[in-house]
């Protein structure tokens, strides 16, 4: 396995003992729906908690980790939540997280960790099919989650 892979895979194992400490409990890791991919879905009574994993072994540039998710990863998050959200009939209000971590690449001990709780809001919050109507809200099957925030 590759380099990059095992410290991907570390810092992904990370990132949920670190959800797991703020009482989620881990759904999915690595799930993947086509082409749309999401590192951790973690669940607690009220919310599900969609995760990016930044890992890295340095601050290239003095660019943390979590500032590798640009819009396009935003926005394929955003689609993969939709999709998971709308499969599985989920009822709780959705939330976008980033975990970054940067390790130590000889010993692969983690060095600092960033969690970005609901680090960012969809443009839009649509499922399905449903016009655009300025409203905070995630619609699907004629049913509305959560409400104005």
Same mark, same amino acid.
């Given at each position: %396995?590759?380099?990059?892979?095992?410290?991907?895979?570390?810092?992904? #194992?990370?990132?949920?003992? %670190? %959800?797991?400490?703020?009482?989620?409990?881990?759904?999915? !890791?690595?799930?993947?729906?086509?082409?749309?991919?999401?590192?951790?879905?973690?669940? @607690?009574?009220?919310?599900?908690?969609?995760? #990016?994993?930044? !890992?890295?072994?340095? !601050?290239?540039?003095?660019?943390?980790?979590?500032?590798?998710?640009?819009? *396009?990863?935003?926005?394929?998050?955003?689609?993969?939540?939709?999709?998971?959200?709308? %499969? @599985?009939?989920? #009822?709780?209000?959705?939330?976008?997280?980033?975990?970054? *971590?940067?390790?130590?690449?000889?010993?692969?001990?983690?060095?600092?960790?960033?969690? *970005?709780?609901?680090?960012?809001?969809?443009?839009?919050? !649509?499922?399905?099919?449903?016009?655009?109507?300025? #409203?905070?809200?995630?619609?699907?099957?004629?049913?509305?989650?959560?409400?104005?925030?």
């Amino acid at each position: %396995m590759a380099e990059h892979n095992i410290v991907g895979n570390i810092g992904e #194992e990370i990132a949920c003992q %670190m %959800m797991r400490k703020k009482g989620f409990r881990i759904a999915e !890791t690595n799930w993947r729906f086509g082409h749309l991919e999401m590192d951790i879905i973690a669940i @607690n009574r009220r919310k599900i908690v969609f995760v #990016e994993v930044k !890992t890295r072994t340095s !601050t290239f540039g003095n660019k943390r980790a979590e500032e590798y998710v640009d819009e *396009l990863k935003k926005r394929r998050m955003v689609a993969a939540a939709n999709a998971y959200i709308k %499969m @599985n009939q989920i #009822e709780q209000v959705p939330r976008f997280d980033i975990i970054g *971590l940067i390790m130590n690449p000889l010993t692969h001990e983690i060095i600092e960790s960033t969690h *970005l709780e609901d680090a960012f809001d969809p443009a839009v919050r !649509t499922i399905g099919k449903s016009t655009f109507s300025g #409203e905070d809200r995630w619609h699907h099957r004629r049913k509305t989650i959560g409400g104005k925030r």
